[in-house]
């Protein structure tokens, strides 16, 4: 076999985001202006290290960005209230919402309020839907980047047999619908699976297999299907260094392509919620 290749996701984000720079500056001499607001409900420290790297992104691209924190005592709906109330902002074009939220507010509820077209992390249901009917329109970004990963390594994908450990509503569900659009078998596997012992069978059959469960090296290299692209979102924290669930180096034996664990998926998840404030942004203005 030959020897498997590191799929640098770092590279991969670095490239779209420069041509997101380009897009955008060609945006604004046409009138459109993409601008992010990032609601935070109460102060959070582990979400100001999301909120400053997102600034930060946004800048360095040229997209607007502000964040909207608000009073952590205000009941669900009073939040559901200024999330509204930016839907009506025109010159708003992406809402993103900052977890976790205090104890007793429905996140779901709350991310279901954001403007089906503003809704960059694609997690309204509506936005959920249009990918089962095969025309998606903003993706969940870590999903969307998994297709994106997938893709770079230039495998057709008609006809391959696909394995996505992990069933959750913003990763393992809408990447199996993606995969399914390009008419990839696809089987889905989550704690059932794993609960009958069937979870080696699966992984073995998998030609793309895409782990999704945060659980450290919950999926030996052993069980690999020899020349299988390993696509691993997971990021665990084993003492004191960031492992994935997949067993990296064991794997990276069996495996044509696989992620690193960081540098592999996280960058890219990055760029795409870029990629989604652009897209709300295009769509916004043109429609």
């Known amino acids: 076999m030959e020897e498997t290749k590191i799929i ?21 001499k046409e009138g459109i202006s993409p601008k992010l607001v990032a609601v935070q409900v109460g102060e959070n420290e582990a979400s100001a290290v999301y909120t400053k790297a997102q600034k930060k992104n946004c800048e360095n691209l040229g997209i607007d960005y502000e964040l909207a924190v608000i009073d952590k005592g205000l009941s669900q709906n009073e939040i559901i209230e200024h999330i509204q109330k930016l839907n009506q902002d025109n010159s708003i074009t992406g809402i993103i919402l900052q977890l976790p939220l205090p104890e007793g507010i429905s996140a779901v509820e709350v991310q279901s309020s954001i ?8 997690v309204n249901p509506a936005n959920l839907g249009w990918i089962t009917y095969g025309k998606p329109k903003l993706i969940p970004c870590t999903a969307a980047a998994v297709m994106e990963l997938i893709e770079t390594t230039g495998i057709d994908l008609y006809g391959k047999e696909a394995v996505m450990v992990g069933h959750s509503d913003i990763v393992g569900k809408p990447v199996a619908l993606l995969l399914l659009n390009k ?3 696809t089987s889905v596997c989550h704690i059932g699976t794993g609960e009958r012992g069937n979870l080696p069978e699966y992984v ?16 030996k290299g052993e069980w690999i299907r020899e020349g299988a692209i390993v696509i691993d979102v997971g990021i665990n924290r084993v003492e004191g260094k960031l492992v994935g ?26 760029a795409m919620l870029l990629k989604n404030t652009v897209t709300a942004a295009k769509a916004q203005y043109h429609r």
């Not at 984000?13 to 060609?26: F, G, H, S």
């Not at 073995?204 to 999926?219: P, S, Y």
């Open 115 to 122: 403007a089906v077209e503003k809704d960059v992390e694609g």
């Open 204 to 219: 073995g059959k998998a030609e793309i297999l895409i782990v999704a469960v945060g659980k450290a090296n919950l999926v």
């Open 8 to 28: 640098d996701g770092k590279s991969i984000a670095r490239e779209m985001k420069e041509k997101l720079k380009t897009e955008i500056e060609v945006l604004k």
């Open 245 to 270: 669930d997949v067993e990296f180096e064991e794997a990276k034996k069996k495996a044509s392509w696989i992620t690193p664990v960081p540098g592999g998926v996280g960058p890219v998840t990055t």
């Open 183 to 185: 008419f990839v078998t």
